[in-house]
């Protein structure tokens, strides 16, 4: 447990810290109120008011356990929120009830399911498989202990780094389960006794866990929930994985390469509703080439155990065996212990909390952010709602870029996406475009040996603004950004086109995608304009012509809205003269 930190030691440390840069204006932390609405780009001097407002605080309370903020919960929620106040000159404390710091995030979710990933990657040689054949293997008879071994390394790591930024911050941390009892004070529970502490604001962040049905017989190794994956002895034979979610089908992904016969089962008739169909179509494929069996649009009516396996029967009669289960259905909030009541909050019937826009619960000043207040249920997302919880708390402003939110999967391949579907914008009419590259015509995916990863662009028709971005293969999550960025700076594809990218990359993608998208929706745009003239079209089929794998494109597209088309590249096609231009409203490939 961090020691506790004095108020004087904490101004002290943090008037140094804010120091200006040299040559710039020295603005001592003097005898200054806290401004109401400090300007973002004096960030310096609204430091250092804060500071001060702090030490001078006259609330008269006991400064040992009062506190600006208590935050309950240490995952990534929790994290970003009490570092941000704490840089705001706050006094914080974080209460965590589990012996480490970093929530389901580092212990059990994100960061140990990706390192048993990881491992499973290279263990079995699953990458190289594209270049040296499937029986490549790099090492024989993994066992969990190789895996776990992996997860524990990075788990303790992290585990480190974020307690020395809490430390870094003095954040003050607590280790116990917090309750509330009343709005204004909570209830510390640990082993050694309990403690009360008050604050003026809360951070409600304690997460969630697996949901765990009366009627399925859980089983320590057998029937287990995504936090059991990690306490199994051996890595099982054969497993049935009841949720086709995110979760259900990474665990799939990774326990197939693994060699573990899987059988997943899904209510739903598609995996990942929420992706992109295309990239839905193509995940499917990739899965059952892992040699998953896919049980879609079927529901389990029951689950029992017998001493060699365990059976699970399916409402349609079908019956299923395997070594062991993973019940992987939907998460709920981790509030039951947190005496809402007291505070005068109450949870749904999934334990999540109601919040507004700015993170605030019924209860003004108590705010909840991350997994327990429900979707998108991401440690990328709960951080950033964390960080603008306490920043809506003490008044400090805090632009969003962009509503744009990226979504990860670690799925074999990979899966992430930014910006709607193609199925939201068909539904929402919106007239749009796309383009495609794939990982087979670059050659950083030759290197990889990934012949069938795909990046595709979606774009506006009239002006060609990006608005979405999905990827399947090696590096997706990260690919994503780029387009992310592009999107969060409203750019057009043009961008990707007139920029140069490092050679061999897979960033090389958007570049064919940009041109791919562009080309079709040259000719689109000529199509349209020639049927709107009602002037037969004597051009050839095909308005762009390849050389050397890259579309050379039209310039003199009439399409006046979007910019010039590869300023640098040889116009080969002649276009038919300049008509009274129509946009046109729907995709003419
Ligand atoms: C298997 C799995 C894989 C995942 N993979 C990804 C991924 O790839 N990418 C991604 O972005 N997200 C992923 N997630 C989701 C991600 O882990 C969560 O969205 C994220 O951890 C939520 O952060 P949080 O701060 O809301 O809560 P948590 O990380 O759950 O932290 C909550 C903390 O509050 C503590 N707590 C609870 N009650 C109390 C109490 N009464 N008193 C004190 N402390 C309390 C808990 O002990 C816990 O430490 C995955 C989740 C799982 C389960």
Request: with cysteine; glycine share 8%; proline share 8%.
């Given at each position: 447990m961090f020691p506790r930190l004095t108020i004087g030691r904490e101004v002290?440390?943090?008037?140094?810290?804010?120091?200006?840069?040299?040559?710039?204006?020295?603005k001592p932390p003097a005898a200054v109120q806290q401004p109401a609405s400090p300007r973002v780009d004096d960030v310096w001097e609204f430091r250092a008011r804060a500071v001060q407002a702090h030490a001078t605080n006259a609330k008269g309370t006991d400064m040992h356990s009062h506190y600006d903020l208590a935050v309950i919960g240490t995952g990534p929620a929790g994290q970003k929120a009490a570092i941000n106040a704490a840089k705001m000159g706050k006094r914080v404390v974080a209460i965590e009830r589990e012996p480490a710091v970093g929530g389901a995030c580092i212990r059990t979710g994100t960061i140990p399911s990706k390192a048993m990933r990881e491992a499973v990657m290279h263990l079995t040689g699953y990458r190289m498989r594209g270049i040296y054949g499937a029986s490549y293997l790099v090492k024989k008879d993994i066992t969990m202990h190789d895996l776990i071994f992996r997860c524990e390394h990075v788990?303790?790591?992290?585990?480190?780094?974020?307690?020395?930024?809490?430390?870094?911050?003095?954040?003050?941390?607590?280790?116990?389960?917090?309750?509330?009892?009343?709005?204004?004070?909570?209830?510390?529970?640990?082993?050694?006794?309990?403690?009360i502490v008050s604050a003026d604001v809360f951070l409600i962040a304690v997460g969630s866990m697996p949901a765990r049905p009366d009627n399925i017989p859980f089983e320590r190794g057998r029937i287990i929930d995504s936090d059991g994956i990690l306490e199994l002895d051996t890595v099982p034979r054969s497993m049935i994985i009841v949720g086709g979610g995110v979760i259900g089908v990474e665990y799939a992904c990774t326990l197939a390469a693994l060699g573990t016969r899987v059988t997943l089962i899904d209510q739903r008739p598609r995996l990942l509703e929420f992706i992109d169909a295309e990239i839905a179509e193509a995940l499917q494929y990739h899965v059952r080439q892992l040699g998953v069996r896919l049980c879609l649009g079927e529901a389990v009516a029951d689950v029992s155990t017998d001493q060699s396996a365990v059976t699970a029967v399916l409402e349609s009669g079908k019956r299923l065996c395997a070594h062991s289960l993973l019940f992987a259905v939907g998460?709920?909030?981790?509030?039951?212990?947190?005496?809402?009541?007291?505070?005068?909050?109450?949870?749904?019937?999934?334990?999540?909390?109601?919040?507004d826009s700015q993170f605030r619960t019924a209860v003004p000043h108590i705010y909840a952010a991350g997994d327990v207040i429900g979707f998108p249920a991401l440690a990328s997302t709960s951080a950033e709602q964390g960080r603008l919880a306490s920043c809506h708390a003490f008044g400090q402003?805090?632009?969003?870029?962009?509503?744009?939110?990226?979504?990860?999967?670690?799925?074999?391949?990979?899966?992430?996406?930014?910006?709607?579907?193609?199925?939201q914008l068909t539904r929402d009419q919106v007239p749009y475009e796309v383009g495609v590259a794939r990982y087979r015509e670059i050659a950083r995916g030759q290197l990889l040996g990934d012949q069938t990863g795909m990046l595709k662009l979606i774009f506006t028709q009239d002006t060609r603004r990006l608005i979405a971005v999905h990827?399947?293969?090696?590096?997706?999550?990260?690919?994503?950004?780029?387009?992310?960025?592009?999107?969060?700076?409203?750019?057009?594809?043009?961008?990707?086109?007139?920029?140069?990218?490092?050679?061999?990359?897979?960033?090389e993608c958007y570049k064919v995608a940009a041109l791919d998208g562009i080309n079709r929706s040259a000719a689109a745009h000529r199509r349209a304009t020639e049927r709107h003239a009602n002037r037969p079209n004597t051009e050839t089929p095909s308005e762009s012509t390849t050389v050397g794998g890259e579309d050379?494109?039209?310039?003199?597209?009439?399409?006046?809205?979007?910019?010039?088309?590869?300023?640098?590249?040889?116009?080969?096609?002649?276009?038919?003269?300049?008509?009274?231009?129509?946009?046109?409203q729907t995709v003419a490939h």
């Open positions: 002290n440390r943090r008037v140094r810290f804010n120091k200006p840069a040299r040559g710039g204006s020295t788990v303790r790591h992290e585990i480190d780094v974020i307690k020395a930024q809490m430390q870094r911050n003095d954040v003050e941390m607590r280790f116990g389960a917090a309750r509330f009892v009343d709005s204004h004070m909570l209830c510390i529970d640990a082993s050694g006794g309990s403690d998460r709920q909030g981790a509030t039951q212990s947190l005496d809402l009541d007291a505070a005068g909050l109450s949870a749904d019937e999934r334990g999540r909390l109601r919040v402003p805090c632009p969003t870029v962009s509503a744009a939110m990226p979504y990860g999967i670690y799925t074999i391949p990979e899966i992430s996406m930014v910006g709607p579907t193609e199925d990827v399947i293969g090696e590096g997706a999550t990260e690919l994503v950004h780029i387009g992310q960025a592009v999107i969060a700076l409203g750019g057009t594809v043009q961008y990707f086109v007139d920029n140069v990218f490092n050679y061999p990359t897979l960033a050379l494109v039209d310039h003199e597209s009439p399409v006046p809205a979007a910019p010039a088309i590869a300023p640098h590249i040889t116009r080969v096609v002649r276009p038919a003269p300049r008509r009274p231009r129509r946009l046109p």
